[in-house]
């Protein structure tokens, strides 16, 4: 009897054995043939997704790898390296499908090597990631297929070193179809460490802070606490969509609005990751998400990394809810300011870019002349720390006129008209001609900037005959 239990229980293992090695390769076959090859969908098999020669249409980007000085903090100037003049580096738009025709000019005066890593593209990373040398340049082409929120950064090695010290920014890629109308905002996380003390006046990046994840500052669009004295804005009841990119270069962004709650999150941006009901999101470094959200009630909420032995570092804003908020911008830039949350086109891209309502209803354009001024009737304005606002009084006609407004300085200023709803990011060195039409009469221009209209950012702008 022990003998046949034994030999009954051999038999069983061996057909068991036999079915499994039959079975699995016949299964196999099946969900090929079903699914029609690796990427099919028939049969229940979800489809990898297909690659797409793009729409056709071309956005020519160009950035240069500059290194320069920008604020950060209160009485903190950094020796950031950058893309385009500012960190983070402009936040550029494009439509999912368009092929990104992207050069990087490596202007370095540090004789550093740069490169380019862009999150949102497929593309070898042995061609077109390569560190390009000190006054050479690199092209390449590239299709937007998968919609979002993305980072782009340096990436040659220690790559560490290069983000912190400010090589970082946004790529938006909206999807097929746009979105549904919303007022907009990019904020972009990061960390900086600069070093203990200043050398003539300047902080330069502290390696083994950045090691030990030792931040001194952790803030949004590039400047700690920015939005508390100049909150975002909107009105009550109106959708409002975040980008959030998290550049680290180490730290998760927990993103929360106080007295708010999101009604959707998307991971990465892309709408088919839809989430709801949320009340707080992490973003990882090198990751986003977009946020839409809708307050109904006036009043002011913070935003803040709920991480909050970081909070008090900087990461912390607001969201003015008012029924005297600004229209929404009805357009966005293709390369814009990334200081008022991507509202101002700045220079940077050849083609692509178009005109974008700002602010309180006036509208600028990245148009240029040959020459670099805005062409046409403009009025030139410079803008320094050092010469206030040259020069302190503008007359211009009533019905419009064009101010083309310089910064002639590396550091980061805007240009505000509170009575006339206007504000205006001012890159380093960065040039923006803006449109102002408002009825006769005398206003107040001034920088917002903590600190600087007390050392004499201000002036006045005179329209008509008043």
């Known amino acids: 009897?022990?003998?046949?239990?034994?030999?009954?229980?051999?038999?069983?293992?061996?057909?068991?054995?036999?079915?499994?090695?039959?079975?699995?390769?016949?299964?196999?076959?099946?969900?090929?043939?079903?699914?029609?090859?690796?990427?099919?969908?028939?049969?229940?098999?979800?489809?990898?997704?297909?690659?797409?020669?793009?729409?056709?249409?071309?956005?020519?980007?160009?950035?240069?790898?500059?290194?320069?000085?920008?604020?950060?903090?209160?009485?903190?100037?950094?020796?950031?390296?950058?893309?385009?003049?500012?960190?983070?580096?402009?936040?550029?738009?494009?439509?999912?499908?368009?092929?990104?025709?992207?050069?990087?000019?490596?202007?370095?005066?540090?004789?550093?090597?740069?490169?380019?890593?862009?999150?949102?593209?497929?593309?070898?990373?042995?061609?077109?990631?390569?560190?390009?040398?000190?006054?050479?340049?690199?092209?390449?082409?590239?299709?937007?297929?998968?919609?979002?929120?993305?980072?782009?950064?340096?990436?040659?090695?220690?790559?560490?070193?290069?983000?912190?010290?400010?090589?970082?920014?946004?790529?938006?890629?909206?999807?097929?179809?746009?979105?549904?109308?919303?007022?907009?905002?990019v904020l972009v996380s990061s960390e900086f460490y600069p070093s203990a003390k200043p050398i003539h006046g300047v902080y330069e990046g502290d390696i083994a802070a950045m090691e030990a994840a030792d931040p001194t500052y952790v803030v949004f669009n590039g400047y700690a606490n920015q939005y508390l004295d100049t909150p975002l804005e909107a009105r009550p009841g109106e959708p409002i969509r975040l980008w959030v990119m998290n550049a680290g270069p180490t730290l998760d962004t927990a993103f929360h609005v106080i007295?708010?709650?999101?009604?959707?999150?998307?991971?990465?941006?892309?709408?088919?990751?839809?989430?709801?009901?949320?009340?707080?999101?992490?973003?990882?470094?090198?990751?986003?998400?977009?946020?839409?959200?809708?307050?109904?009630?006036?009043?002011?909420?913070?935003?803040?990394?709920?991480?909050?032995a970081y909070t008090g570092l900087g990461a912390v804003g607001t969201i003015r809810i008012s029924a005297d908020a600004p229209a929404a911008p009805t357009t966005y830039p293709t390369m814009a300011s990334p200081f008022d949350g991507g509202l101002t086109p700045v220079k940077g891209t050849v083609s692509g870019s178009g005109p974008a309502v700002q602010p309180g209803g006036g509208s600028s354009t990245g148009s240029t002349g040959p020459d670099g001024s805005g062409g046409g009737d403009v009025t030139q304005l410079h803008a320094s720390i050092a010469e206030g606002f040259t020069p302190s009084m503008l007359q211009i006609p009533e019905g419009g006129a064009t101010v083309e407004i310089v910064n002639d300085e590396a550091i980061p200023h805007d240009f505000t008209i509170d009575e006339l709803g206007i504000k205006v990011a001012l890159g380093a060195n960065a040039t923006v001609d803006v449109k102002i039409d408002a009825p006769t009469g005398t206003y107040t221009f001034y920088c917002s900037i903590p600190g600087h209209r007390e050392a004499g950012m201000e002036g006045t702008l005179v329209v008509g005959t008043h």
Not at 264 to 281: A, F, I, K, S
């Open 1 to 185: 009897m022990k003998r046949l239990f034994v030999g009954v229980v051999a038999f069983e293992v061996a057909l068991l054995i036999i079915g499994l090695t039959w079975v699995r390769p016949i299964a196999q076959g099946n969900s090929a043939k079903d699914a029609g090859g690796p990427a099919g969908n028939a049969g229940g098999q979800t489809a990898f997704r297909t690659y797409g020669e793009g729409s056709g249409n071309v956005v020519e980007v160009v950035l240069d790898a500059v290194e320069t000085e920008q604020d950060i903090a209160p009485g903190v100037t950094y020796h950031v390296w950058t893309f385009g003049g500012t960190t983070p580096a402009p936040v550029i738009r494009v439509s999912e499908g368009d092929t990104i025709r992207f050069t990087l000019n490596n202007e370095s005066k540090l004789h550093l090597s740069h490169s380019i890593d862009f999150h949102a593209a497929q593309t070898p990373w042995d061609k077109n990631y390569v560190p390009v040398p000190p006054g050479q340049s690199l092209t390449f082409d590239w299709v937007a297929r998968f919609p979002g929120v993305f980072m782009y950064h340096c990436g040659v090695p220690p790559v560490l070193h290069h983000i912190a010290n400010g090589m970082y920014g946004a790529i938006i890629v909206e999807p097929k179809g746009g979105l549904p109308p919303a007022r907009e905002y």
């Open 259 to 308: 007295g708010a709650l999101f009604d959707h999150v998307y991971p990465d941006g892309n709408p088919t990751n839809q989430l709801n009901g949320m009340q707080t999101w992490s973003v990882p470094p090198g990751g986003g998400a977009m946020f839409e959200l809708s307050i109904p009630d006036a009043g002011v909420y913070p935003f803040v990394t709920h991480s909050f």
